[in-house]
């Protein structure tokens, strides 16, 4: 599967459920349901923290505990 199409997929599923904590074990799930090889944690970590970079997802928690949650929009925007 192309980082493209997983990254799809990831942006998706954070959409349909914001308030969900996202860590690679959930995303190495979600990519198997959508009838896909389970990437090497090190993949979904990576796609993790690309959304994150791009604004989508906020980083929370140790390193050894990391997980994400939807960024929510703030400033009354609608």
Do not use: F
Not at 57 to 67: A, D, F, M, Q
Request: hydrophobic content about 35%; proline content about 4%.
């Amino acid at each position: 599967m192309s980082a493209q199409a997983r990254l799809e997929i990831l942006r998706s599923a954070v959409a349909e459920q914001p308030s969900r904590r996202w860590t690679s074990r959930v995303v190495q799930r979600l990519y198997q349901q959508h009838g896909h090889d389970v990437p090497h944690q090190r993949t979904a970590k990576n796609d993790l923290a690309l959304l994150a970079r791009q604004g989508l997802l906020l980083v929370c928690g140790p390193e050894n505990g990391r997980y994400y949650l939807m960024r929510r929009l703030s400033g009354g925007a609608r």
